[in-house]
Nanobody, 123 residues
Framework: QVQLTESGGGLVQPGGSLTLSCVHSGRTGRSYPMAWFRQAPTQEREFVASISWVEVFTDYANFVEGRFTISRNDMLNTLYLQMNNLKPEDTAVYFC????????????????WGQGLQVTVSS
């Protein structure tokens, strides 16, 4: 059984930065493709960024516009999302997800999910 535990959310002013972390446990000995999604109130869950298991390939949603960086430290079983120049429209609950197949922009490709972190961008 895989567990994903997120941390690092909170309240930040527009233009500020946050780093989200996601520790995964339960499957060891190899890396898996992982991703961040987000969901704003009354909105569908949307793709933010993904990273392949060898950290060679990363993919970002268009709205990221170079502001976010996804990375991983497989020695620590941790996925990160560095978010800079945050905007009020980035306010959402952020989820990390793990795939046992391949990285994708589609939520259905991910079998395991974290509990979600609230990120609020407001002055």
């Amino acid at each position: 059984q895989v567990q994903l535990t997120e941390s690092g959310g909170g309240l930040v002013q527009p233009g500020g930065s946050l780093t989200l972390s996601c520790v995964h446990s339960g499957r060891t000995g190899r890396s898996y493709p992982m991703a961040w999604f987000r969901q704003a109130p009354t909105q569908e869950r949307e793709f933010v960024a993904s990273i392949s298991w060898v950290e060679v390939f990363t993919d970002y949603a268009n709205f990221v516009e170079g502001r976010f960086t996804i990375s991983r430290n497989d020695m620590l079983n941790t996925l990160y999302l560095q978010m800079n120049n945050l905007k009020p429209e980035d306010t959402a609950v952020y989820f990390c997800a793990l795939s046992t197949s391949s990285a994708s922009r589609y939520p259905n490709s991910y079998l395991y999910w974290g509990q979600g972190l609230q990120v609020t961008v407001s002055s």
